[in-house]
């Protein structure tokens, strides 16, 4: 595979792990101004105690719901400030196989498609990751008693 096709390659994983996030985001979103706008008493003048505790129900589900928003928002802040230009080392923004599995070292995702093939973001605090940070194609490394070797980084 030349520079070029991996380049295109790897822009195709990180452009999907973006989209992945981004919806990520907008359901957390999309949850919370839902359970948010229901939390909110009409004009009426009087309110019986079901609707006051609907309502404070729904104020907080619309709370639990903040949560993963602000998080979906840290990781796209994490990888819109990540460098995923080809490398040959295990780095933030690297491309990695092994065990025949594919990794993008950035942010834990769960896992995606690209051109047939299935991913899976790590982040940079993921003990395999710490484990594997720095090497490069055909080194070893051990995680949780068992080796791997890395097959490929870009």
């Known amino acids: 595979m030349t520079e070029a096709d991996r380049a295109a390659r790897k ?57 993963p928003v602000h998080a979906h928002h840290a990781k796209i802040d994490v990888i819109e400030n990540t460098d995923f230009g080809l490398t040959d080392t295990v780095q933030p923004g ?19 498609d690209v051109d047939g093939k299935t991913y899976m973001g790590i982040s940079t605090q993921s003990p395999i990751y710490l484990a594997m940070v720095g090497l490069q194609t055909g080194d070893v490394f051990t995680h949780n008693g068992t080796e791997f070797e890395v097959q490929d980084v870009m």
């Open 11 to 67: 822009k195709a994983i990180t452009d999907k792990l973006m989209s992945l996030e981004a919806q990520e985001l907008a359901t957390a979103q999309a949850h919370y101004d839902a359970f948010l706008q229901d939390a909110q008493l009409d004009d009426r003048e009087a309110h019986d105690k079901d609707d006051i505790a609907s309502s404070r129900e729904n104020a907080d589900l619309a709370a639990a719901f903040d949560a």
């Open 94 to 112: 690297a491309v990695i196989k092994f065990n025949n599995r594919r990794f993008i070292v950035c942010v834990s995702t769960t896992r995606f």
